[in-house]
């Protein structure tokens, strides 16, 4: 028998490896969004892909309590931590991938000294314009060490923004080198005025029941459900819960912080490849403990520019779009009072 | 004489092939892939391939969004399944279902999203099309090696009809087939002596699922065997079947080393590695907890039996030296997958049971493939269960989702228990294939022996 059918079948499975290639690593698709204001002050917007993709776009009322200019992700392989630095880095490394794809502001890792720089810096000027993602589970004492004077504290009495994943938030913190990690009892009261017990203990829970502001995490696609670490967020003040309860402890919950003007956003489970796109679009979509929606449209686009009209609605604040479904393949949140100005 | 065959030869002896029982093959095997494709569906699995997709067209690489970490060479084909989504205007390939999380508790995106009908046929496609050139290859081989058309035409049916095969490419949607098909290209292109070849398709083979790896004593022991009075030509010639695999190793991995994410691609590897890394080697303890990346566990033993495996090709005279090439490769596939596999893993596999039953006339191993295609398929069945129906659930009106959510959750016992009791079951096929092959050589050894002393 010939060998030249099989060598023919070979070698147009090399081309369709190369094709494969190329469509992989080559920038073959380019995604953008735009909005701009009628003359009747009516939102108009545009999406634009070379894919077919599934739109949505989601006005939102999020005040103006937050600006933010830039994100800062802490790691220091010095410092122990809940996970293998090596688990960290990939994760974080999947955040900012995630991060950047939602046009988000300036994302940058700090390590421990950096992180205190940059805490100390904006409680100094008293203008807080960063928001902080925590996914190690713990504190590096240069901003933490169980104290109400921790610089972490001061700064969120100020009005930081603080997203943190992975153990109850402020039980453990620790010192460069250190083997262990240091405990202590009272965050509860330092970060939620509260006891400890409003936070769960780490038992891994899968909620069921919808939280009462599910409807805003619906809108942006997220339906983030475990409470191993969830807040009971029925002690707290001024929140929205937009995941899901088990046993009383919500799975993700934006609150005011208790004794100021900051914001801390807990994710009930850890820092996971999972969490990583459900962590992006919060963050990315400005949401706070404020924020209600106040229009959805969804769309399809097919290779070219969708362009929508939404009517002017008091109070709103943000239209953020995102380009995909289930995986978000773009997304841009447009700051309707800069546009307007 | 065959080599004065053209290849024009082949296709028009395949159209004069074309007999009724080869048809018959073709459309049934064709008609329960058309049903199955759209139908019946793992959505958990393909989740991560429709998720890989949307990775490449938010701009990221096949690892970047962590939803790919196998090699690199079905991320590829994924990446042109995602350009033809594209051009034939599927803007939604899958939805997350609350149903899944309040019924469940379900927490990952992948198993709260369920594929559309028209992702399932997209990224199953591809593998409908191996499937089918697989079937010709060992037809061709077949009818090569044994110049029976009869015989060619059951090694056929034996792929295409295969319900292990047509499980994981048209319900599972994994790629093993994929394997399959390059393991038999290799192999043709061995035994033509045609080593420049056989090393890249035994590569893109490996490449595709790791396991073929097994059999790179066997080859290089076949290789030798070949030029046993002239071993300077037997090492050459192994240079040449490494060296070229290695060229094509690099053509498949270059982007991969290019954007830093080697390591990534071998994830699956290492996850397994990692998931037994210091357990226990007592046998009640690892029966109790079986799972198959315990295999991992038995290395060595399993590197020993391979290399005695290779041994005994390498002792081959020249008249059996290819028929002891296709014993030798589903004994070493034997041994990886005589610990319950995966249900999939043994596709690659089932192309060389059925050139052992045709070409080498073991008649006995047709239970061994009967065994591997129904035990592992229902295996698959009893992990998958219900949940096969969750996509013409939520985008058909035949079923409702909600309810079936709630069945499975309300059988998830029931399954668990299947499950079980199928993963022990899995053994039997390994076993099977030994016990027959061992049969075989001492029926022979008892009938050579009478001729000698008669």
């Known amino acids: 028998m ?49 894919t077919s993709s599934a739109y949505t776009a989601v006005l939102f009322n999020n005040g103006d309590l937050y600006e933010i200019d830039q994100i800062l992700i802490y790691f220091d392989a010095r410092y122990p931590a809940q996970h293998t630095n090596s688990y960290l880095e ?59 004077d921790s610089p972490v504290i001061g700064w969120l009495e100020g009005g930081g923004v603080l997203y943190w994943i992975g153990d109850p938030i402020g039980m453990y913190y620790v010192s460069e080198g250190d083997k262990v990690l240091e405990r202590h009892d009272g965050y509860g009261e330092l970060f939620f005025g509260t006891s ?64 100021g003007n900051g914001m801390i956003v807990i994710f009930g489970g850890d820092a996971s490849s999972d969490a990583a796109p459900i962590l992006a679009q919060v963050i990315c979509s400005r949401l706070n403990y404020g924020s209600s929606v106040l229009h959805i449209e969804k769309g399809i686009v097919d290779k070219g520019t969708a362009i929508g009209r939404i009517d002017d609605i008091e109070g709103a604040t943000d239209l953020y779009i995102y380009l995909g479904t289930p995986m978000v393949i773009h997304a841009k949140d447009f700051d309707l009072g800069q546009v307007r100005s | 004489m065959e080599e004065a065959i053209t290849h024009r030869e082949v296709w028009k002896n395949l159209a004069r092939d074309m007999t009724l029982p080869l048809m018959s093959i073709l459309l049934v095997g ?10 019946f569906s ?25 939803y790919y970490w196998y090699t690199p060479i079905w991320g590829y084909i994924l990446s042109i399944s995602t350009g033809f989504g594209n051009l034939l205007g599927l803007s939604v390939p899958g939805e997350l279902f609350t149903e899944l999380i309040t019924s ?69 949607c994994m790629f093993d087939s994929l394997s399959a098909l390059f393991a038999l290209v290799g192999f043709f292109f061995l035994i033509k002596g045609e080593y420049i070849l056989s090393g890249p398709a035994f590569i893109i083979a490996v490449s595709s699922k790791f396991f073929p790896i097994c059999l790179l004593f066997v080859i290089l022991a076949y290789i030798l065997s070949k030029h046993k009075d002239e071993i300077r030509t037997g090492l050459k010639n192994i240079g040449k079947f490494l060296s070229s695999g290695l060229a094509m190793l690099l053509v498949i991995y270059l982007p991969v080393i290019l954007t830093g994410n080697l390591s990534r691609s071998f994830e699956f590897f290492y996850s397994r590695s990692e998931s037994v890394s210091g357990s226990s080697l007592d ?3 690892m029966l109790r907890d079986i799972s198959y990346n315990q295999i991992l566990q038995f290395a060595p033993i399993l590197v020993l ?52 039953i045709t070409v080498c006339c073991r008649k006995d191993l047709y239970w061994s493939w009967l065994l591997f295609s129904v035990i592992m398929t229902v295996a698959a069945l009893s992990i998958f269960n219900l949940q096969l129906l969750y996509s013409i659930a939520a985008y058909t009106d035949l079923l409702d989702l909600g309810y079936l959510v709630e069945t499975v959750r309300a059988n998830e016992g029931l399954f668990m228990v299947l499950e079980r009791a199928f993963r022990y079951l899995e053994f039997l096929p390994g076993i099977s294939v030994v016990y027959f092959l061992y049969r075989h050589r001492k029926k022979n050894r008892i009938v050579s022996g009478g001729a000698t002393s008669g």
């Open chain 2, 42 to 66: 793992f959505d958990y699995d393909l989740s991560f391939w429709i998720a890989t997709g949307q990775g490449l067209e938010g701009g990221r690489d096949i690892y970047e969004t962590s």
């Open chain 2, 283 to 285: 046998i009640i303890t």
């Open chain 2, 30 to 39: 064709l008609a329960i892939r058309v049903v199955l494709i759209p139908l």
């Open chain 1, 90 to 148: 990939d994760k974080i490394e999947l955040t900012i991938s995630e991060l950047r794809l939602r046009n988000s502001p300036e994302v940058r890792i700090v390590d421990a000294d950096e992180i205190r720089a940059e805490i100390l810096s904006e409680i100094s000027v008293n203008k807080y314009r960063t928001a902080i993602l925590m996914m190690t589970g713990v504190f590096p004492d240069t901003i933490y060490d169980g104290s109400i």
């Open chain 2, 104 to 172: 469940t508790g379900a927490a990952t995106i992948m198993n709260t999203t369920v594929t559309t009908i028209s992702a399932n046929v997209l990224y199953k496609m591809p593998l409908m099309i191996v499937d089918i050139v697989t079937a010709w290859v060992l037809y061709s081989i077949v009818k090569h090696m044994t110049n029976d058309t009869n015989k060619a035409t059951i090694a056929f049916g034996l792929w295409f009809l295969c319900p292990l095969v047509i499980w994981s490419s048209s319900v599972a």
């Open chain 1, 2 to 50: 010939d060998k030249r059918p099989f060598l023919i079948l070979s070698v147009v499975f090399v081309a369709v490896i190369v094709v494969g290639q190329i469509l992989a690593y080559a920038p073959v698709y380019k995604n953008s969004s735009d909005i701009w204001i009628h003359d009747d002050n009516d939102i108009g917007y545009s999406v634009t892909t070379n």
């Open chain 2, 305 to 356: 039996v391979l290399i005695l495996i290779g041994i005994w090709m390498y002792r081959s005279d020249a008249k059996s030296r290819d028929q002891n090439l296709i014993i030798s490769i589903v004994m070493s596939f034997t041994v990886m997958f005589i610990w319950p596999p995966t249900p999939t893993y043994p596709v690659v596999m089932i192309p060389f049971l059925a050139l052992a």
């Open chain 1, 196 to 259: 400890d017990d409003i936070v769960a203990q780490g038992e891994l829970n899968y909620a069921v029941v919808p939280s009462e502001d599910i409807a805003i995490g619906s809108a942006l696609n997220i339906h983030y459900n475990i409470t191993s670490f969830g807040l009971d967020a029925s002690r707290l003040d001024h929140f929205i819960s937009i995941g899901y309860v088990k046993d009383g402890y919500d799975s993700l919950v934006l609150t005011k912080f208790h004794s």
